[in-house]
């Protein structure tokens, strides 16, 4: 006899189900949060890492560049090998794990200490996201995973918005130590409340290693991981020299700067909410029009850009922009491959983070070869390799689709 699924069985247990479901929603989103605010939290303590420990700002920058590194890595590996787990176990240990090296970073003398307990939870990183993922997807109701999905993505918006401002202000203020006690606090918290709160959740399905990787034999898979690539390099390529485009381009004063790169991420958490309702509803009409919408936010930033009130406005929708993109991205690849949840959640997060150093490549080539105006012209470029990507396999699935209707008929 085959086990229930994780939401039957909430369902089984009768009383609040909707508030237990909720909890847990929130207790993964939470878990995201602390381990994205860990890891982006660093960008904003880069330069008083460089002068503690007495290193350059460009070895500083190891800790951001091999973290993420370990992220790609891993992204398609760690989350196949540890799906056998039993799901709470496997939080308790990621979240475990990431506390203990933000505990040991207060207290780390040696910069290769330091780098050490940085890149080692990265590994895990991806186990934990697309670990978070799939259980939200499989508490939804059906036809509504999207929605849940969005509200682990809130947590993913939430730890890129606070982790960067919130270390930068403790460690200006107080220490470095306070801003590394910060990450520790975020991820402890959310530990202790695992252990009281989170359910058992053993594997529902114990699937071999094989059959896992047999998804990468479907070519529909790997033309949403490229749409992904592009759709997040499209973002990502151009967003990463924004604060450089308001100043140079836009002439925004630095203050300002500060607070138009915070509406964005305000904006992104946004932008997931209202995927989650977009995706649920018609989720082939958003992706389709997606890439779309994108490029035409940059021809008006390309053409508009100097004028910084406009820029400011582009910036908003930009950001709403940004909250659906990576909504989009985890859907579209997971959807290619719904037999191998966990695995297909780790393709996302390596494509996304490989969309990213696409991205961020592209836009310097531009701004090297042309100026930093020229950079939205990298998210162009991407906006359109994934638009065709996408609907290529919109118009295969529906050739397809009507291939089979005829041969039934």
Known sequence: MNKPSLRGRFLQTGGNDLER????????????????????????????????????????????????????????????????????????????????????????????????????????????CAMAFSVAASLANPGEEPKAVAKINVGVSAGMVAGVPVSNFLAEQISLAASMTFFALATLLVLLATLWLVPSMPAQSRMSYGSQLAVLKKPQLWASIMAVVFLNGSIFGVFNYLADFLSVVSGVAPGLVSILLLAYGMCNILGSVLAGNLLTVRPLSVIKAFPVVTAVVYAVMFGGGSAWPFMGALVILWGILGGINGNINQYWITKAAPEAPDFANGLFLTAANIGCVLGTTIGGWFIEGWGTEYVVLAGLVLCSAAALVVWGQCFMNSMASMHVQAEKA
């Open 21 to 128: 479901k909720n909890i847990l929603l929130f207790i993964l989103a939470a878990g995201v949060f602390g381990i994205l605010n860990t890891e982006m939290g660093f960008i904003g303590i880069l330069p008083y890492i460089a002068e503690d420990y007495n290193v350059t700002i460009v070895q500083a920058g190891w800790l951001i560049s091999l973290f993420a590194m370990g992220v790609a890595v891993a992204g398609p590996t760690m989350p196949l090998i540890m799906s056998r787990f039993n799901r709470k176990h496997v939080m308790v240990f990621i979240l475990g794990l990431f506390t203990l090296c933000n505990v040991v970073a207060i207290f780390a003398e040696n910069f290769h200490v330091l780098l050490a307990v940085r890149v080692l939870p990265a590994f895990f990183h991806p186990v934990y």
